[in-house]
């Protein structure tokens, strides 16, 4: 009994001992990991507070403010005045009519070209796959104003390589043109090829991160080419087609420059204020109503976050990547 009880004893303080050391060394683990996580993410919070959380607060402090004018110089809180006369102007509504028209007719085909044209180059491997992505991402490389001076020359009835067919439905000028009926689809034409290209080599990014075995899996199953691309293919890149929607949108009702120097180089063919962000350059630089413009881009924020929201939850953009294969 006693030589029991000692062997007991004995084996007993060893046991205790790497149960008293696991749980500091787990918590110096999870401890170094919270410390790394902040870390890296540290820059992110910096960007994120001087590039967006501290102008979208300014903006919102500046909205609530009452506009100088020259009766009453003095500035002061005016509570919700800017929102009621941005709302009540009668501009306000024809500029959104004018970027929804152009969204309903870009964004649709925007994606179904991004998505149809990466399809095609992930299902043609080889050099000709290779060769196809490059030839999308040329268009890509003329952004901005270089694609808008070479929609402009196209546009051009007298000097487009298009000028018969322009002759040929009437059109004598760049004015005639240039007018607010076809303004979603010159639009649409820059916009679409400015950036298919660059979305194309996205999205064909996730199209290369799906397991070969995957593909494998269902030809034996008897998949063809259609089941691969309609069945397995688009589910599991929904969270990129969702990635390029939102940013496309968010793109779309920021548009500044294309109807602004269109509008200078029609000799005024289309309205100043065709878009909600020239209505707001007019608030603040021409009726000097900075208030106004600063509640313009609130009500611009909260729309592109609202219809931004819906589309990552339908998307699963930011979803569990195991959630998402069950």
Do not use: C
């Not at 290779?130 to 268009?139: A, E, G, L, N, V």
């Not at 309609?230 to 294309?258: D, S, T, V």
């Amino acid at each position: 009994m006693s030589s029991t009880t000692l062997a007991t004893k004995g084996t007993e303080p060893p046991a205790a001992g790497p149960r008293a050391s696991t749980t500091p060394r787990r918590h110096r683990t999870r401890h170094a990991e919270s410390r790394g996580a902040w870390i890296l993410l540290a820059p992110y919070l910096a960007l994120f507070l001087i590039a967006a959380a501290i102008p979208i607060g300014y903006a919102f402090w500046i909205a609530l403010q009452k506009a100088p004018t020259l009766v009453n110089p003095a500035s002061g809180f005016g509570g919700l005045d800017s929102f009621i006369t941005v709302i009540t102007d009668y501009r306000f509504s024809g500029t959104f009519i004018n970027i929804f028209s152009v969204m309903i007719v870009w964004l649709p085909l925007m994606m179904v070209g991004i998505v149809g044209l990466a399809l095609l180059v992930h299902a043609s491997p080889g050099r000709f796959g290779s060769t196809m992505r490059f030839f999308y991402f040329i268009p890509g490389a003329l952004s901005g104003i270089a694609n808008f001076v070479l929609w402009v020359y196209l546009l051009h009835p007298t000097q487009s390589p298009l000028a018969p067919l322009w002759q040929e439905v009437g059109f004598g000028s760049l004015k005639e043109i240039v007018t607010d009926g076809n303004m979603p689809m010159i639009l649409t034409g820059m916009l679409f090829f400015q950036g298919v290209g660059t979305w194309i080599i996205v999205v064909n990014g996730g199209l290369n991160g799906i397991p070969d075995e995957i593909f494998e899996a269902a030809k034996i199953d008897g998949a063809n080419a259609w089941d691969l691309a309609w069945r397995i293919k688009l589910p599991l890149i929904r969270p990129w087609i969702g990635y390029a929607a939102l940013m496309n949108l968010a793109y779309g009702f920021q548009l500044f420059l294309e109807p602004y120097l269109l509008r200078q180089i029609s000799s005024g063919a289309i309205a100043g204020e065709w878009a909600p962000t020239q209505l707001g350059y007019a608030f603040a630089f021409t009726n000097r109503n900075f208030p106004a413009a600063a509640a313009l881009s609130i009500i611009l924020l909260v729309i592109t976050l609202s219809i931004g929201v819906v589309i990552v939850m339908k998307s699963g953009l930011f979803g569990d990547e195991k959630e998402e294969k069950r």
